[in-house]
């Protein structure tokens, strides 16, 4: 059979029902977008989630404190990330006794109202030092960071992000030099973000406060202990030597003699990067699988019309072998017929999920990520629905005996 037979067969064979038709193709489409859309979906996660490991800063460990095991617990480590273990001569030590080390950054966070003349927030207080802008990459719009001497002398001096300065001071204000009051106490701003957006598990700096570290256990907390500590190295390369060499500081510092007691933990961020991407892949797999299985039944549809059609064509089917068509182009033209009808599908379908995701990333504010490879699998897939479930109808339709298919009522 000539292609341009084949062709106009197949057009006329799909075009004769088409409410059938569309039906069927329908199935795929829902199929194929609920795919793409899911995948999307999956992917936007995995990227927002990378985005936001990477704010942290480049190159990074981050000393997390925790309680002691006990053998009354069985060795589980309780308090991790909330106990008072970590101090800020910790800190000091690291940034003084270890090599290839570019900056360390102790952290206390706590969350307070921030009131300026009439207006009133709340938001997060950061207070850092003044490696914690080279860290976290940080980008004044206006004035200047804390410096050492704010953190020798705990002056109450703050560093507000751009949507702190809209809530208290309005849009396209410059508030330097103006006070916020926080916890009964006022600092004068010396410095305005940029402003960076985001947000996710780590925070938006543009909804936060810095202070200086040794401000915030003075007037806000009456505390020794820091929250956290952030040590950037010079290289990747560095990142495990540190590790360890920090690992043997602080127990040396915390008294402590056997490692498994450490009342601290260091996270890698190359390994959280990877432990967070495993966890998104699974996430999208399992999205995919169940935008998969409306694909499948898109499959299943086609095959059911396709049988249907082989059923009323029957006595066609019996005069066009009478008249010397062969097994294989009666094949061809019931296949053919199945796998437009998929590809069809699958064009609508990936026009509509990429339609899709971007209405969910605009509107649902749900980060969404199309990329080609999720196109060309929902395309690759569509086409062997088509040939799958177009088999069997085929074969079906070639190995009709003409006599009884001329016979057939």
Same mark, same amino acid.
């Given at each position: 059979?000539? !292609?341009?037979? /084949?062709?106009?067969?197949?057009i006329s064979a799909i075009t004769i ?77 690291? @940034?003084?006794?270890? #090599?290839?080390?570019?900056?360390? %950054? ?27 802008? /080279? ?7 206006? *004035? ?17 992000? #751009? ?5 208290? !001071? ?23 973000l940029k402003s960076k957006g985001g ?15 040794? %401000? ?38 915390? @008294? ?35 935008? *998969? ?30 008249? *010397? ?17 998929? /590809? #069809? ?7 509509? *999920? ?12 749900? #980060? ?10 929902? !395309? ?9 479930f177009g088999y069997y109808p085929a ?10 298919? /001329?016979? !057939?009522?």
């Amino acid at each position: 059979m000539l !292609f341009n037979d /084949l062709y106009n067969e197949t057009i006329s064979a799909i075009t004769i029902n088409k409410t059938r038709s569309a039906l069927t193709i329908l199935g795929v489409v829902i199929g194929i977008t609920s795919v793409i859309a899911m995948i999307s979906i999956g992917q936007g996660a995995q990227k927002s989630i990378e985005d936001n490991i990477q704010s942290m800063g480049a190159n990074l460990l981050q000393i997390s404190p925790g309680a002691q095991r006990t053998q009354a617990t069985g060795g589980v480590n309780f308090g991790r990330g909330t106990a008072q273990t970590l101090t800020y001569k910790d800190a000091q030590d690291i @940034k003084e006794q270890i #090599s290839n080390i570019r900056a360390v %950054s102790p952290e206390i966070s706590q969350r307070y109202q921030i009131t300026a003349k009439t207006n009133n927030t709340n938001a997060q207080i950061m207070g850092v030092v003044p490696d914690y802008a /080279l860290i976290k990459s940080l980008e004044l719009e206006e *004035g200047s960071f804390i410096s050492d001497q704010d953190i020798n002398s705990s002056n109450r001096i703050a560093v507000i992000g #751009s949507t702190i300065r809209d809530d208290l !001071f309005g849009e396209e204000s410059n508030p330097i030099g103006e006070k916020i009051r926080i916890n009964n106490f006022d600092f004068k701003i010396v410095g305005i973000l940029k402003s960076k957006g985001g947000g996710g598990v780590f925070g938006n700096q543009d909804n936060m406060v810095f202070v200086p570290l040794t %401000s915030m256990q003075t007037y806000f907390s009456n505390i020794s202990y820091v929250n956290s500590i952030n040590v950037q190295t010079n290289k990747q390369e560095d990142l495990k030597n540190a590790e360890e060499t920090i690992t043997s500081l602080l127990l040396i510092n915390h @008294k402590i003699v056997d490692p498994t007691q450490a009342d601290f933990q260091i996270t890698n961020q190359a390994d959280l990067i990877d432990a967070a991407s495993e966890t998104t892949k699974t996430f999208t797999v399992l999205l995919a699988a169940i935008a *998969g299985i409306s694909l499948l039944v898109g499959g299943i549809g086609i095959m059911n019309m396709m049988l249907t059609s082989v059923t009323e064509r029957t006595r066609e089917i019996g005069l066009r072998k009478a008249i *010397g068509a062969k097994r294989e182009e009666i094949n061809q033209q019931f296949l053919a017929e199945a796998i437009v009808l998929t /590809l #069809s599908g699958g064009i609508i379908g990936i026009i509509l *999920g990429c339609l899709l995701s971007f209405i969910i990333s605009e509107f649902a504010d749900i #980060s969404t990520e199309i990329s080609l490879p999720s196109i060309l699998l929902a !395309f690759g897939v569509s086409a062997l629905i088509g040939i799958i479930f177009g088999y069997y109808p085929a074969q079906r339709a070639s190995k009709l005996n003409p006599i009884e298919a /001329l016979r !057939f009522e």
